[in-house]
């Protein structure tokens, strides 16, 4: 159990909410009793209770009972979730909202008396510790900051990014993880095409996306510098990587990436 935290309340445990409960349950800074998880309806979170984690339906007492609030509601509830529970929220809470698209001046807006407000990006792979999560705040706070760097590395990496970004870190790195699995699903089925069974093809596949991941965090290299070793003058990778190509596949993908972007800003 970290000194510098008190207890984490998270709001709305649905699926990123359990998420990221899970995650910090299996990293090694946070204690099982340092945690408050709220959901209406709590039969699906009765083995975190048997773990240690408190489970309630009253919001307003997790919140009191916290020093650090994760909000982890859809965005059309939370605005009025903060006008509901305005009078427990204080200046000495740590508010993180992962809500797509709700500002830090919306955010403040709901807060009688606002403290330290972040906005937070996560992923799924929070619950495997493999997440990448884009943060921004509305101040300069370094110990809240700390705190909240603290929360977010037991998941994954943690990046502070302007808030102007926000909505591009969703695309990129939440939607993300949906555009990165149709690829391995399409790869998948490819190979079964090619003789493999599924379960074999799923474990190349997925190796060799984890060692082409790894590739390019390691060596720090640009992606075409490791295509390049691979594609051999009239070999077959460069064969395929132009037949791709003439299909529109990293257009395909760009397209996809930008009407993402597009659907959150409208």
Same mark, same amino acid.
Do not use: C, H, W
């Given at each position: 159990m970290t000194k510098d935290l008190g207890k984490v309340a998270i709001i709305g445990c649905g699926n990123l909410g359990k998420s990221i409960l899970n995650g910090l349950l299996e990293g090694e800074t946070f204690a099982a009793e340092q945690?408050?998880?709220?959901?209406?309806?709590?039969? =699906?979170?009765?083995?975190?209770?048997?773990?240690?984690v408190t489970i309630t339906s009253d919001n307003g007492k997790a919140i009191a009972d916290s020093q650090l609030v994760v909000l982890a509601l859809k965005p059309h509830q939370m605005l009025?979730?903060?006008?509901?529970?305005?009078e427990v929220f204080t200046k000495d809470h740590i508010v993180v909202s992962l809500a797509t698209g709700i500002t830090i001046a919306q955010l403040e807006s709901g807060l009688k008396e606002p403290g330290t407000v972040f906005r937070a990006m996560p992923n799924t792979a929070t619950t495997i510790l493999e997440s990448i999560t884009c943060v921004c705040a509305n101040n300069d706070n370094e110990a809240h900051k700390k705190l909240v760097t603290t929360?977010?590395?037991?998941?994954?990496?943690?990046?502070?990014?302007?808030?102007?970004?926000?909505? =591009?870190a969703t695309v990129l790195g939440a939607c993300g993880i949906a555009f990165v699995l149709r690829f391995i699903r399409a790869m998948v089925q490819g190979g079964i095409q090619i003789g493999f069974s599924a379960e074999v093809a799923g474990k190349?596949?997925?190796q060799t996306v984890k060692g082409a991941a790894e590739l390019l965090m390691q060596n720090g290299e640009h992606p075409e510098f490791e295509i390049d070793k691979v594609t051999t003058p009239r070999g077959c990778t460069i064969a395929g990587l132009n037949e791709m190509e003439h299909?529109?596949?990293? =257009?395909?993908? $760009?397209?996809? $990436?930008?009407a993402s972007y597009q659907k959150i800003e409208k």
């Open positions: 945690l408050i998880a709220t959901k209406r309806n709590l039969a =699906s979170l009765q083995e975190y209770e048997e773990k240690g009025p979730f903060l006008k509901e529970f305005e929360l977010f590395d037991e998941l994954g990496e943690t990046v502070f990014i302007n808030e102007d970004l926000m909505e =591009s190349i596949v997925n299909n529109g596949f990293s =257009s395909a993908l $760009i397209k996809g $990436i930008v």
